[in-house]
């Protein structure tokens, strides 16, 4: 039996990461490290820094992570490409070229007999207005049209400076620890969802750039998939357990 393979986070493209570079690479790297073993990887959001597709242009770069997963998908490997925040604007690119799977909202799904919840995390259980208004304004078709309408020299620039700008606010570019479970909107979500839901086995997400491992009740169990910016780290699951763990260059625990 074959494993799938959890990841998010990884914001390729930030200007505020000094080894963007060498940081694809390794995440390229970890894809091509599993493809001989994944029956499907799940990218949950912020893969890239900013993403905005153009009728006619996609942001430049990104060509060794962009050929992997097309050749995963080549492979049989199937990868399920979710939005995040910063990059809400994939339209229909990487479906078209790389082959993957796209999903603009948070998936519930069955695999291998246990209950998924999927979702990069952005906004669930989070009752900050400011937040609600920047989701407002990014979701608005009106506004993404003339969004469009700026030359790719420009829109994009100003995309990457503000996801920079962003970023840099937090003290040393991190995000903040794990503020216990009353604090944590993801985690006050994941439990008000499992009431009308109790057959949710796993709640997966990305957004928090934090790794938890959390038990909800017996049955149900809560994971925040940490980063490929500090942690490198990933969840895999083979059929019976599901484990996050962290990649090491040249490392392969699950053959």
Known sequence: ?????????????????AHG???ERRLVH????????ASAVYMLGDMFDFWFEYKMNVPKGFTRFLGKISELTDMGVEVHFFTGNHDIWCFDYLQKECGVILHTTSLTCEIDGKEFFLAHGDG?????RNFKVLHWIFHNRTLIKLFSMIHPRWGIDFGLTWAKHSRLKRENGAEPPF???ENEPL????????????NINYFIYGHRHIML???????????????????FSYAVFDGENLFLEQYVEGETKFE
């Open 1 to 17: 039996m074959k494993n799938v393979y959890f990841l998010s986070d990884a914001h390729l493209g930030s200007r505020a990461i």
């Open 21 to 23: 570079r060498n940081q």
């Open 30 to 37: 970890f894809l091509d490290s599993i493809k001989h073993t």
């Open 124 to 128: 669930l259980g989070d009752k900050d």
């Open 179 to 181: 503020q216990g479970e």
């Open 187 to 198: 985690v006050r979500f994941s439990k008000e969802y499992l009431i009308d839901h109790p």
């Open 213 to 231: 491992d959390l038990m909800l009740t017996d049955a149900s169990r809560m994971l925040i998939l940490g980063d490929w910016i500090r942690s």
